[in-house]
């Protein structure tokens, strides 16, 4: 027992360097960043940023869910464009569109670099879309295990692990279902359809991005 609370507080004093030189590297690319030790901490530091009554929308981000924050942010005063309660294809898309003049959008990434650079997949585009143009804040709960040394690894993680595992969540058939990572696939179901590096905000402080010493999401 004692030998493996010992490598547990290697790890988080690993993870706690890491995590605090990925946020100034975040902050050097005109973005705002915190390192946060646990979800919870990461669900505190979220609400200290959004004001009550802010109009909020998400795509399908699972770390903002595990994080506890869409619960969070359901019980709480604010406006919540929830997609997961449209009751029709029509409503969903509704939803979607609102994004791009709500006052913050949640999510994460599927990879970033220890030099703050992050890449995001996406099939429909909503959420590169919202990442790209629109919201006034976009806040992203970011799991240490999505960190990696370079954008190359960046690129890697995003295509060879995260995307086969969402292909698999969402139950469609792309190969990488198949294979266990990316084929490179023209599928109808191919969800690498738009691929986006983030490198800076043109927007000071557009971005607020919470690292969380935690295994949050894929």
Same mark, same amino acid.
């Given at each position: 027992?004692?030998?493996?609370?010992?490598?547990?507080?290697? @790890?988080?004093?690993?993870?706690?360097?890491?995590?605090? @030189?990925? $946020?100034?590297?975040?902050? +050097?690319?005109?973005?705002?960043? &915190?390192?946060?030790?646990?979800?919870?901490?990461?669900?505190?530091? $979220? =609400?200290?940023?959004? /004001?009550?009554? !802010?109009?909020?929308?998400?795509?399908? !981000?699972?770390?903002?869910?595990?994080?506890? =924050?869409?619960? $969070?942010?359901?019980?709480?005063?604010?406006?919540?464009?929830?997609?997961?309660?449209? +009751?029709?294809?029509?409503?969903?898309?509704?939803?979607?569109?609102?994004?791009?003049?709500?006052? &913050?959008?949640?999510?994460?990434?599927?990879?970033? !670099?220890?030099?703050?650079?992050?890449?995001? *997949?996406?099939?429909?585009?909503?959420?590169?879309?919202?990442? $790209?143009?629109? /919201?006034?804040?976009?806040?992203?709960?970011?799991?240490?295990?999505?960190?990696?040394?370079?954008?190359?690894?960046?690129?890697?993680?995003?295509?060879?692990?995260?995307?086969? *595992?969402?292909?698999?969540?969402?139950?469609?058939?792309? /190969?990488?279902?198949?294979?266990? +990572?990316? !084929?490179?696939?023209?599928?109808?179901?191919?969800?690498?359809?738009?691929?986006?590096?983030? @490198?800076?905000?043109? *927007? /000071?402080?557009?971005?607020?991005?919470?690292?969380?010493?935690?295994?949050?999401?894929?």
């Amino acid at each position: 027992m004692k030998e493996d609370e010992n490598m547990k507080n290697v @790890r988080e004093m690993r993870n706690e360097a890491l995590g605090k @030189r990925v $946020a100034e590297a975040l902050k +050097s690319r005109n973005m705002d960043a &915190w390192y946060v030790k646990t979800k919870e901490e990461a669900v505190r530091k $979220a =609400l200290e940023l959004i /004001p009550e009554g !802010s109009t909020i929308n998400m795509g399908g !981000s699972a770390s903002v869910r595990e994080s506890g =924050l869409t619960d $969070a942010i359901s019980s709480g005063n604010y406006v919540f464009y929830d997609r997961d309660k449209a +009751s029709t294809p029509e409503e969903k898309q509704e939803i979607a569109l609102k994004a791009f003049t709500c006052d &913050w959008y949640l999510g994460s990434v599927n990879a970033m !670099s220890e030099d703050g650079v992050f890449v995001n *997949i996406d099939g429909n585009a909503n959420r590169v879309a919202a990442y $790209a143009f629109g /919201p006034k804040n976009v806040l992203l709960i970011v799991g240490m295990n999505k960190v990696v040394k370079t954008e190359e690894d960046a690129m890697h993680r995003a295509r060879n692990e995260a995307a086969p *595992i969402n292909t698999q969540r969402f139950g469609i058939s792309a /190969p990488c279902v198949k294979n266990g +990572s990316c !084929s490179d696939c023209k599928s109808p179901d191919c969800i690498c359809c738009q691929i986006m590096v983030t @490198r800076f905000s043109r *927007i /000071p402080k557009r971005f607020k991005i919470i690292l969380v010493d935690e295994n949050l999401g894929f």
